[in-house]
């Protein structure tokens, strides 16, 4: 399986430009497949991993791979929305 978690942007994807982040999106494309491709995998193992699960898996690789990051500004502003 080709799944990889190498980040080689400097800028975080919140902070990038309209085309940068159409250019960024280009990591999601492989995530059906690889999803369909890990579970078929798990289904060998004796303990199989959910769809949901693997499709999470993938998603959040292909969002390392857009280096998509919160800083503490991002999080607790979440949180006072919350709170409100």
């Known amino acids: 399986m080709a799944?990889?978690?190498t980040t080689k942007y400097k800028t975080r994807y919140q902070a990038c430009t309209w085309y940068?982040?159409?250019w960024r999106w280009r990591h999601?494309?492989?995530v059906p497949y690889q999803t369909f491709?890990?579970?078929a995998a798990s289904?060998?193992?004796d303990?199989?991993?959910s769809l949901s699960l693997c499709y999470s898996l993938t998603k959040g690789l292909a969002q390392v791979n857009m280096n998509w990051v919160y800083?503490?500004?991002d999080i607790k502003k979440r949180f006072e929305q919350d709170d409100n």
Do not use: A, M
Request: glycine letters at 4%; aromatic letters at 20%.
């Open 71 to 73: 800083n503490w500004e």
């Open 3 to 5: 799944l990889t978690t």
């Open 20 to 22: 940068e982040k159409v």
């Open 43 to 45: 289904r060998w193992s």
């Open 37 to 39: 491709q890990l579970w």
């Open 47 to 49: 303990d199989p991993l």
């Open 28 to 30: 999601y494309v492989g």
